[in-house]
């Protein structure tokens, strides 16, 4: 007889009684360590709607208590039922009961070994089945103690023909490609496409195609302008995806008629009704304004518009508020209107003499290039004053000796041998560079062509992190224009900063290149034997703390990491006492167990642990 029989036979002559529901726990053979609490409060649900099913197993000890060693998480929803309400029905709970630890463990083992979820394909079946009985989504939930979202996820798949379904449970084909024929509504071509596709590493997106070859996605410019309601009100087949926001037209042809049509009527709107002499449609995305310079188009502007002083007040307590984020839509209407009139608008006799280019974006909107001349209407256009005539580019200053091209070649071979010539005086290069990379020469001056890219090192979130002083000197490129200085007297500037000290100079050259130093340089390996000879530690600019860490991981997360902290087992008491805090009190917890003495004491980190936690980083640097 194999051990499997011994243990089967044993099981089936154990005794079961029913056990009072506070004398029960989970026993340390129990495998099951760590149980999510979603599942939990789910089996609660299903347990609470439909009764316990199968009894729990475990070894009473001397004081008559059980160790439950097979049944963790139904015990575990048990009390979570009796948590939930006093008057519950589960005073006592049957327990089938081991005669020792040695047959206890046995069924602990036995049982897990013999866990197996159900496999998609059976999840759809059995859904679906229920479905047929005319179960609701949410008692098919309760049943199987899943989520809502599983069960439409699950039955979104249950109208698929069976050979598909057949060859999911087989492992011929993925979950990802049995969710793409339910875009399919010709069986034919879906049992066709599946004996091609079955035992092949085939992606979604490649089903997709091959069942649809020449649909468009609703998120295409031309389906957005034209719109997916009045593609359909013309007979336009669509197809929706069951498992993402995508819909398919089905119909290119009818789509590029629909959106010709509808561009022609906004150009003809354009000209009949707003008053411009002429409008052109073209079907591209964007306009090329390489084209507009070969037509040798003339450009007129709206005229501006003035506000009065109380518009010019209202909008400037508008705008404020805007830059601010706490503008509500009707301001931002009323700030839309101000603008409006500042931005002007064209005249009657600007529109009789020009005209646009409309096209439509890659958002599905139409955008217009007004106030276009052509080379044919710019004499009525001067003619009728909206358009001032060019003016002479001849220039009273003489011609130059020397043509560009010879002017360049002299300036190179100047360059060259100032270049030469400093190769000598490496002092006068260092202090020229010192002089360019620091504030004494400005913003604008670099003298050397050297590029000093400033890469983030600030993150989102600054809580906790202490930045070094010495690399927050200079002026970002971004900034240039609000921020940077410019030195007019660079001679000047140049002795008064060669009179500083060598040991200044080499130190502006150092926090300046090291600023530029970005993330990865030079590959992994590279960049990480530049952290070590630094001799680089995070730690020293940076403290994990609830707002710019712990608070942006997940439940679970935080319980293994205090564990890896605490270096114990998920069911250690301080573990288990922690797991039941909210997600915001677990971050502030982690807080005060990385920065906090006295918390620190309270949780009994030993000197070893306490020096590990100062070190720790998280593995995604």
């Not at 589960?90 to 602990?108: G, I, M, Q, R, Y």
């Not at 005539?389 to 043509?403: E, F, I, N, V």
Request: aromatic share 6%; charged share 25%.
């Amino acid at each position: 007889m194999t051990k499997q029989q011994t243990i089967t036979q044993d099981a089936a002559s154990a005794v079961i009684l029913q056990i009072p529901l506070e004398a029960l726990s989970i026993s340390d053979l129990n495998p099951r360590k760590w149980v999510s609490e979603a599942h939990i409060e789910s089996l609660a649900d299903s347990i609470e709607r439909f009764g316990l099913i199968h009894n729990l197993a475990g070894l009473m000890d001397a004081d008559g208590n059980v160790g439950i060693v097979a049944g963790g998480c139904r015990l575990r929803a048990i009390q979570r039922i009796a948590e939930r309400s006093e008057n519950h029905p589960f005073l006592t709970v049957p327990v089938k009961l081991a005669s020792n630890a040695a047959e206890a463990e046995d069924w602990a083992s036995a049982e897990n070994a013999a866990r197996e979820d159900m496999t998609p394909a059976d999840e759809i079946r059995a859904f679906g089945r229920m479905k047929a009985r005319n179960a609701t989504v949410p008692e098919i939930a309760l049943a199987f103690a899943v989520t809502e979202a599983r069960v439409y996820q699950r039955l979104a798949l249950a109208g698929l023909p069976d050979p598909v379904m057949n060859a999911l449970a087989a492992g011929e084909i993925s979950l990802g490609t049995a969710k793409a024929f339910t875009l399919s509504d010709d069986e034919a071509m879906t049992l066709n496409l599946l004996d091609q596709v079955k035992g092949q590493a085939v992606s979604e997106a490649a089903i997709k195609n091959a069942l649809h070859p020449d649909a468009i996605k609703a998120s295409d410019r031309r389906a957005k302008f034209v719109g997916v309601e009045a593609y359909e009100a013309e007979g336009g087949t669509v197809t929706r995806d069951l498992f993402s926001d995508d819909v398919f037209l089905a119909s290119p042809a009818l789509l590029d008629r629909l959106f010709a049509d509808a561009l022609e009527s906004a150009r003809i709107d354009l000209v009949e009704t707003q008053g411009w002499a002429w409008a052109e449609a073209r079907t591209e995305a964007w306009l090329n304004y390489y084209d507009l310079d070969q037509m040798k188009l003339e450009r007129v502007y709206p005229i501006e518009g003035e506000l009065t002083e109380a518009e010019a007040e209202e909008y400037d307590e508008l705008a404020d508020l805007a830059n601010g984020g706490v503008l509500d839509e009707e301001g931002q209407a009323r700030l839309a209107d101000l603008q409006a009139i500042l931005d002007g608008e064209y005249s009657e006799d600007q529109k009789a003499h020009a005209g646009c280019i409309l096209l439509v974006n890659a958002s599905g909107k139409v955008e217009v290039t007004a106030g276009l001349v052509r080379p044919e209407d710019k004499k009525a256009a001067i003619e009728a004053g909206v358009l001032k005539a060019p003016t002479s580019t001849k220039s009273d200053t003489p011609k130059s000796l020397y043509s560009q091209k010879l002017t360049a070649d002299m300036q190179a071979i100047r360059l060259a041998a100032i270049q030469a010539a400093i190769l000598a005086k490496p002092e006068l290069v260092l202090d020229l560079l010192g002089f360019g990379l620091s504030e004494a020469s400005g913003s604008f001056e670099s003298i050397f062509g050297i590029r000093m890219d400033r890469p983030n090192n600030v993150p989102s979130v600054e809580d906790g992190f202490e930045a070094e002083p010495r690399l927050e000197h200079g002026v970002d490129a971004s900034q240039y224009w609000q921020q940077g200085t410019r030195v007019e007297n660079l001679c000047d500037a140049f002795a008064t900063y060669r009179d500083g000290t060598k040991k200044s100079r080499n130190a502006t050259i150092t926090e300046t290149i090291a600023r530029t130093l970005p993330y990865q340089a030079g590959g992994p390996d590279f960049f990480a034997l530049i952290e070590t000879e630094a001799g680089a530690d995070i730690r020293k600019q940076w403290t994990p703390t609830a707002e710019n860490f712990f608070s942006r991981v997940s439940a679970p997360y935080l319980i293994e990491l205090m564990c890896e902290f605490l270096e114990c087992e998920a069911q250690d008491e301080r573990v288990t006492g922690f797991a039941k805090l909210k997600k915001s009190e677990k971050a502030e917890k982690m807080e005060k167990l990385v920065s906090d003495a006295t918390t620190q004491k309270l949780m009994g980190l030993s000197p070893d642990q306490k020096a590990k936690i100062d070190k720790w980083v998280p593995d995604c640097t």
